[in-house]
């Protein structure tokens, strides 16, 4: 008989690989359209100009004369870079530098004064983690705003490439984030050094913070035991995140001109670029789990959760940054795995087709296309990228691996005559099969066997199967139901 690998999109890694049977249980550098199977985009190095620190932001925006242009903040600088590849250092002057990598904070000079013995590290305090330094960027109009929260000014840029940031007149000191509100009010976030505190300027004046009778400026103190990290647009207002809640900003107008109702108390957000926003909605992850906001949050259910929960460097997990691909439908996470420092890894939620995806790519940070031609992510070296740009993966390899398949039942097993291929190029992707007798037995592997225009003759035994195909490095490649003949084989 023929058996068709019809598998659903999406990977499924929670449990053990025996319970993925019929999903797909690894994944790398692939995804799915209307069904079909083939490689992400590829990418190229966008300008041989590099950035210098760790970059931990990027967004792109035009300018009153449709000039196109990006930022990108790293622990120890800004830049902005044209549609043409320049970029140019626009740091601002006397900028207190921030942190690369997270660190435990301990050492002399941690905890209260005169506890301890002088000169020596406060062990009681190693479990504190200060968080690598991420720029909170976004634009009033065509200025550019940002808040590195080591330094806590607010910066803005009037798009003059001679003319480095500036600090804001009278906004507040020691701010975290920066958020400009659908109500042209420009807001800090954690504002002059309390983590609970909002603070905004009166509209269309981001200079005037004094509240008075016949402006809108003003301040309020959430009522939460969280510190504020980040705050997003959302469809109907904003979101204002903590590490432990989630609340959401009304516009009231005069006398109060915002409220700031509770709307989620557990799904805090693990890392200050972890969220995200698609078509009027946000997405984030929290400290166990991702979330979505379409007018309340609510957890996500994750097919992928074991991968990525269980294999994140915790010790690092502020550097965790999403993005939106539009073009898409997909929401990005780069994380760093438990065997690295740095981003390494990436999780990948479609919804609009509702499944998981993930794999490997070092990415610190990356926005989405418009209004570039490319999406653009910068790597640890200060390299900057156009994704989604062909389909050279720079050496990697892309591919997927499904769950077990059962063949045979009780003990008897199956023989895999031939391979009836499925795959629009005809030889761009090898399949290898693996079998076992059992789901903890020793696994056999057969191949790899090229995916042509006719049947493949293949040999394999075994009681229940995977296969993983791998598509050939530049080649957009589409891998759809391929067939394998099976026959009744030998008892265990």
């Known amino acids: 008989m023929l058996v068709p690998l019809n598998i659903p999109p999406g ?3 929670n449990g053990t690989e025996y319970q993925s049977k019929g999903r797909n249980f690894d994944a790398n550098l692939v995804r799915w359209q209307f069904g079909a199977l083939g490689p992400i985009g590829g990418w190229r190095q966008r300008t041989t100009t590099t950035v210098s620190g ?10 009153n004369s449709n000039q196109i242009f990006a930022a990108i903040g790293t622990n120890s600088n800004l830049y902005a870079m044209t549609v043409g590849g320049a ?11 921030g942190r690369a990598d997270a660190d435990t904070g301990a050492g002399y000079g941690t905890g209260l004064y005169g506890r301890g013995p002088y000169g020596v590290s406060n062990p009681a305090v190693t479990n504190t983690i200060n968080p690598a330094s991420v720029w909170s960027l976004d634009t009033f109009g065509q200025i550019l705003l940002g808040v590195l929260p080591d330094d806590g000014k607010l910066y803005e840029w009037n798009v003059d490439v001679n003319v480095d940031a500036t600090q804001v007149t009278n906004a507040p000191i020691s701010n975290k984030a920066v958020l400009v509100t659908p109500e042209r009010i420009v ?6 050094g309390v ?7 009166d509209q269309e004046d981001r200079n005037q913070w004094t509240a008075a009778a016949n402006n809108q400026a003003g301040n309020f103190s959430l009522q939460t035991a969280g510190t504020i990290l980040n ?20 516009y009231l107008g005069p006398p109060l001109v915002y409220g700031f109702p509770q709307d989620n108390a557990g799904g805090g957000l693990v890392s200050a670029g972890a969220v995200t926003t698609a078509d009027g909605a946000a997405y984030w992850m929290s400290h166990e789990n991702f979330y979505v906001y ?11 959760h074991d991968a990525v929960f269980k294999d994140i460097n915790r010790a690092q997990i502020s550097k965790v940054t999403a993005w939106h691909n539009a073009s898409f439908g997909e929401v990005w996470w780069f994380y760093p795995s438990a065997d690295s420092t740095e981003n390494d890894k990436y999780v990948v939620y479609d919804y609009r087709e509702g499944h998981w995806n993930k794999g490997s790519l070092s990415r610190l940070c990356a926005t989405d296309k418009a209004p570039l031609p490319y999406p653009i992510a910068v790597d640890a070296t200060g390299k900057i990228y156009d994704h989604e740009f062909g389909y050279d993966h720079n050496g990697d390899v892309s591919f997927i691996e499904h769950g077990p398949v059962e063949l045979g039942s009780g003990e008897n097993s199956s023989n895999l005559t031939f391979l009836y291929p499925d795959e629009s190029a005809q030889g761009d992707v090898s399949m290898t099969f693996k079998t076992k007798m059992y789901p903890n037995g020793t696994e056999r592997s057969f191949g790899p066997y090229t995916a042509t225009r006719q049947p493949v003759p293949i040999r394999v035994h075994g009681r229940q199967m995977l296969v993983k195909a791998i598509g050939a490095e530049s080649t957009n490649w589409r891998l759809g139901v391929p067939r394998i003949e099976v026959k009744p084989g030998s008892k265990r």
């Open 87 to 97: 970029v140019t250092d626009i740091t601002p002057s006397g900028l207190t530098t």
């Open 231 to 250: 705050a997003v647009n959302v469809k109907g207002g904003s979101l204002i995140f903590t590490d432990k809640d989630v609340w959401r900003v009304v």
């Open 195 to 201: 983590p609970r505190d909002v603070a905004w300027s």
């Open 187 to 192: 807001m800090c976030l954690g504002a002059a």
């Open 294 to 304: 379409t007018g309340y949050s609510q957890p996500i259910k994750c097919d992928v």
């Open 11 to 13: 990977v499924y890694t």
């Open 54 to 63: 760790k970059a931990r932001r990027v967004i792109s925006w035009r300018d």
